[in-house]
């Protein structure tokens, strides 16, 4: 298998767990993105988390994160941000997220 089918798959499975809005208080949208890859048989290593407040208010919560696929010697950098669209006293109160893989595969596996 290629690593650009291996790619496409993974995407997949984001994209059909990225949809619509969340309002939770334990992240359960973004632990959802991470456990449907972890149950298609990849590994997921969170690498970071950290709230981005570069706009002078919380807008983000952005992870990184490499997706493996163990069985074919891929893997791949994935970032997922959790965009603020709560209220403005709470911005955090509901997020859509958005997530991409980076372009390269450079990790040993």
């Known amino acids: 298998m290629t690593k650009q089918t291996i790619k496409n798959r993974i995407n997949n499975v984001i994209y059909d767990n990225t949809k619509g809005f969340y309002n939770d208080e334990d992240w359960s949208g973004v632990k959802n993105v991470f456990n449907q890859l ?48 709560g209220t403005v006293n709470d911005p955090m109160s509901r997020y859509d997220i958005s997530c991409y893989l980076t372009g390269n595969s450079k990790f040993e596996v």
């Open 38 to 85: 972890e149950n298609k048989g990849y590994e997921v290593t969170i690498m970071d988390q950290y709230y981005d407040n570069s706009q002078g208010f919380m807008s983000l919560k952005k992870w990184i994160f490499i997706v493996t696929d163990k069985i074919n010697k891929f893997a791949f950098q994935g970032v997922l941000n959790a965009h603020s669209a």
